[in-house]
Structures are given as structure tokens and as C-alpha cells.
């Protein structure tokens, strides 16, 4: 129990980094309720020195755990072997019993980033290809959403080409800026795979508000005030994290992590 607090507390530590150690840890959560010995995490077998090392077979032999035995054994020996790292039948690494807690958390994270490669940080490349910038009051906000469109779109097909997934980015980019609250405070995120491993990525950060003014008594009249930021890019994925990322913000709501997913993208280059 004393193995497993431990490990247990190294992953609530996870849990306080960014939304990719979180993830990770979220799965460690999953697999740790599932072992039953953490001397050997569930592997039934351990390494441990050998006595006699004058025959050429290796300084180490793999053992039968004798903490998952309900039966003892006498002979827990499986077979020599010329090196301490070693991994058990389920893929995990093996570990004398007496290992510390800490490198046992570390084989369990190992593990779990291999068996769902997706968590690990996304690799990616980005080329911006355009960005507006918006602060003004206006009265009609039809006409400006159109005028900001518009340059949208001359830059989508001018960096992206005439093909059909631009086209639909740009019907969900249109629905985006037209649907307006009284109290938008929206950052909205797009995302549209152009070409196998090639993204449009489209962030709208939209802070614009609108007020219901009275003229003398006689008629009301709407005033935007608009603030909008609009960044176009193109993303190149080098990895399946960055790939997995890239297809969630197509096919899933983001709103969880929308800000952490945002900083990835804007930071780097």
C-alpha cells in the first residue's frame, strides 16, 4: 500500500501541469486501480542479481514475483539473462521488489505514453496566413462581418487553394461570425484538414459587445462595439499527437481546453 500511495501522488502531482501530463495522468489513475502487486506491477516477475556468475549466462536473472504467490515456491528462478532492463509479458518494465516508488511511476508513465501516443506534447509547423486585428464602434455589423470575410477569404484560397474543405471552413468561419449575443465573449476555434497531415486552423477571439441606444424618445438603434482578433494558419503535423490534436478541434466541441489548446498553437512557431 506504502508502493501505491506513492505512485498515487506523483500522478495527483500531474494532474496540477498542462492538459497533456493531465491526460496521462488520468490514464495512470485508470491503471493503477487495476494492479494488484506493486511490487511487480502485475507482471509476476522481478529481476534480481544472481549468486553464481562464473558460467557466462549474465550477472541478472527474471524471477517469479514471490509477492503474488499464494502458494509459496521453492524455486522462484525463470531464466539468466546479460541485463537489468527487462520487460514483462503485459510491457512493462521489470524491477527488483525493493525499487523506489518514483521509477515505478516513471515505467507506468513510459507505458501508458506508448500505448496511447497521442498524449505525448504535439510536433507540429505553422505558417500564418493572416491576422486581423478589429477595434471600433460601428452601426452596421452585417456590413463590416462581410468586409472582415471577405479579406478572410481572398487569404484562405490565396494560401490554401480553391478546394472543398476550405470551402466548408469558410461556411462554419461565416455561421461563427454572424451568430452575435448582446455579450459575445466568445474564442472560438476552426479547424480543417486541407490536405493528408496539412490543417487550416482558424482562432476568433471575439470580446464585442452591443447596446440598444434611444434616440430622443422617438426610436431605438443598435451600437456594436467591436473587438475582434482573427488569426488564419496553416499547421503542418510531424507527429499522431499533434495529428489527434488537430482532429479533435474538427470533430469535438474544445471548449474544456480551449484556452491551454490555444496558447499551444500561438506559442510556437
Not at 529481476?47 to 514471490?66: L, M, P
Not at 522462484?76 to 537489468?84: A, M, T, Y
Not at 476550405?166 to 461565416?174: N, S, Y
Not at 459587445?209 to 467591436?226: D, E, I, M, P, S
Request: net charge neutral.
Amino acid at each position: 500500500m506504502e508502493i501505491k500511495d506513492e505512485i498515487i501522488s506523483y500522478i495527483e502531482i500531474y494532474k496540477k501541469y498542462d492538459m497533456f501530463q493531465q491526460n496521462v495522468a488520468l490514464k495512470m489513475d485508470e491503471l493503477v486501480i487495476s494492479i494488484g502487486c506493486f511490487y511487480c506491477l502485475d507482471q509476476k516477475q522481478c529481476w534480481d542479481d544472481r549468486a553464481d556468475k562464473v558460467d557466462k549466462k549474465g550477472d541478472y536473472c527474471i524471477k517469479i514475483c514471490q509477492h503474488c504467490q499464494t502458494i509459496p515456491i521453492e524455486n522462484l528462478w525463470i531464466e539468466d539473462c546479460i541485463s537489468s532492463d527487462l520487460v514483462g509479458p503485459s510491457g512493462i518494465k521489470l524491477f527488483r521488489s525493493e525499487t523506489p516508488p518514483g521509477e515505478k511511476f516513471k515505467a507506468l508513465e513510459h507505458y501508458i505514453i506508448k500505448q496511447n501516443p497521442e498524449l505525448i506534447q504535439p510536433c507540429f509547423t505553422k505558417r500564418v496566413a493572416v491576422g486581423i486585428n478589429k477595434k471600433e464602434k460601428i452601426y452596421n455589423l452585417d456590413l463590416e462581418i462581410k468586409k472582415i470575410i471577405k479579406t478572410c477569404t481572398q487569404s484562405i484560397l490565396l494560401y490554401m487553394g480553391n478546394v472543398q474543405s476550405t470551402i466548408e471552413v469558410l461556411k462554419q468561419f461565416h455561421l461563427n461570425m454572424v451568430c452575435f449575443d448582446d455579450e459575445s465573449n466568445k474564442h472560438t476555434l476552426l479547424c480543417e484538414e486541407i490536405m493528408p497531415n496539412h490543417f487550416m486552423y482558424i482562432v476568433i477571439k471575439n470580446n464585442s459587445t452591443q447596446k440598444t441606444k434611444n434616440r430622443f424618445g422617438f426610436y431605438n438603434y443598435q451600437r456594436f462595439f467591436l473587438d475582434i482578433q482573427i488569426d488564419i494558419f496553416e499547421i503542418k503535423t510531424l507527429n499522431y499527437s499533434a495529428q489527434h490534436l488537430c482532429n479533435r478541434i474538427r470533430n469535438e466541441p474544445p471548449e474544456k481546453n480551449i484556452n491551454e489548446i490555444m496558447k499551444l498553437f500561438e506559442s510556437t512557431t
